[in-house]
């Protein structure tokens, strides 16, 4: 058998579909928003790498320090000879924990990009050569269907990427991760943790402006795959504490009134002067949120680790 499969369990033309409708509903509804995940073009990636190497930007710093330092005992705990992990990108991260496995024997990246599949897994397999990798090529937050392999099996979910996802989301998120466990699997959470305003706010409006960039990148998006008409310079960043919500929202604000027109899709989309499309959520966790999350969706909290700073948590949690 070949160490590394490639199965892909969206159509051809899934990603377009998802944009279309994504675009129609979100700019047609008051407020305005679009989801997150329209960032990341290639442009957007690049954006985003960059952004983890800002001096503001605390989150990917501080979740590596956790696996660096904690990778043994996340290992020892979950005992895991499977590792899923749930948009796995370049799988950079992961490797500290890959490595300190030692009976690993297959690991299963998910991932939307197929490219970002097939070049993690290169590279894995040029430094493993015994490893087996069966990559994905699916929506994570539509339900999975994993391949066979052997267990313990540790499911990972990094970056603090769970964040973006809107509390009912997130509910039924961890109900379909609930689901994939079976006794003695695992799940290892990655989030980011609440602290003061001025640090949450600088980490998503960075000095240098990299994140205003990565911001407006959607409307590239938009404009490339749809036909539409957006004019970058006519919006501004806006990253945005909310309190009550406990998330930080990421907003582009229009600086005058002005029309969108969205040829693939037929639309015309209108914007008062100073009205906002929200681009991003990124929720913010307390331990006893973490807890309570996890024990709804019916896991059971069973670790808990975080950098020497407190700023991030990864937890792992197994089936009831």
């Known amino acids: 058998m070949s160490p590394f499969l490639l199965t892909r369990t969206l159509p051809e033309d899934a990603t377009g579909a998802a944009l279309r409708a994504d675009v129609l509903t979100g700019l047609t509804r008051h407020p305005k928003s679009l989801p997150p995940k329209w960032f990341y073009d290639a442009r957007g990636s690049e954006l985003f790498e960059e952004i983890t190497r800002l001096p503001e930007y605390y989150p990917t710093r501080a979740e590596r320090e956790i696996l660096e330092s904690r990778a043994a005992e996340i290992a020892a705990a979950s005992g895991a000879r499977t590792v899923i992990e749930l948009g ?42 015994g490893l087996s990798v069966h990559a994905l090529i699916a929506d994570f937050t ?26 009912e989301e997130r509910a039924a998120f961890l109900r379909s991760v609930r689901a994939l466990l079976s006794p003695g699997d695992a799940l290892l959470l990655g989030t980011d943790l609440v602290k003061d ?21 959607v409307l590239s998006v938009v404009n490339r795959e749809l036909g539409a008409d957006f004019a970058l310079g006519d919006f501004d960043h806006r990253a945005v504490w909310n309190p009550e919500d406990r998330w930080i929202e990421m907003r582009l604000r229009a600086r005058r009134a002005l029309t969108v027109k969205i040829r693939e899709l037929d639309l015309v989309v209108p914007f008062e002067a100073g009205e906002e499309l929200r681009t991003e959520v990124s929720a913010k966790f307390r331990r006893e949120d973490v807890r309570a999350e996890l024990e709804a969706a019916g896991m059971r909290p069973a670790q ?17």
């Open 142 to 167: 539509g339900g999975l269907a994993l391949p066979g392999t052997p267990g313990p099996r540790l499911v990972v979910f990094l970056g603090g990427t769970i964040g973006n996802l809107l509390p």
């Open 197 to 217: 305003e001025d640090t949450l706010v600088a980490a998503y409006d960075d000095a240098a402006g990299v994140t205003a960039a990565f911001n407006k990148n």
């Open 88 to 129: 796995s990108g370049s799988s950079e991260k992961t490797r500290h924990l890959l490595d300190a496995l030692p009976e690993l024997h297959s690991y299963v990246p998910v991932d939307v990009s197929e490219s970002a599949l097939t070049g993690a897994a290169e590279s894995l397999l040029a430094e493993r050569p």
């Open 304 to 320: 808990w680790w975080t950098d020497a700073a407190g700023r991030f948590a990864l937890s792992l949690a197994t089936a009831v």
